[in-house]
């Protein structure tokens, strides 16, 4: 079973699903990409290394195995979800702050 996708893909799934639940926009903020673009350039060079040097190691079984130079693509969806998911949550409480 190809746990690792499933769960990456459900990911995004719960981050847009907050982002509408909570009415935060986040993911229509211009910012929201431009500091995603970011983070992608520093997961290439940390994830890049990791994955490229076989420090980590995933289970063929348990993802797609598709990829995005040594990175696999399950890697980028969790950290898409991650980003959304903590400034989703960080604009909701400071606006219930407010």
């Given at each position: ?88 949550f960080w604009e909701y409480f400071k606006r219930r702050q407010e």
């Amino acid at each position: 079973m190809k746990e690792y996708s499933l769960l990456a893909a459900g990911s995004i799934f719960i981050a847009l699903f907050l982002d509408y639940k909570l009415k935060t926009g986040v993911l229509r903020m211009p910012r929201f990409y431009i500091f995603l673009l970011v983070i992608l350039f520093f997961k290439f060079l940390v994830n890049g290394y990791l994955t490229g040097k076989e420090i980590v190691l995933y289970n063929r079984d348990a993802f797609f195995g598709f990829r995005i130079g040594s990175i696999p693509l399950e890697d980028f969806f969790f950290g898409f979800s991650m980003v959304a998911m903590t400034i989703i949550f960080w604009e909701y409480f400071k606006r219930r702050q407010e």
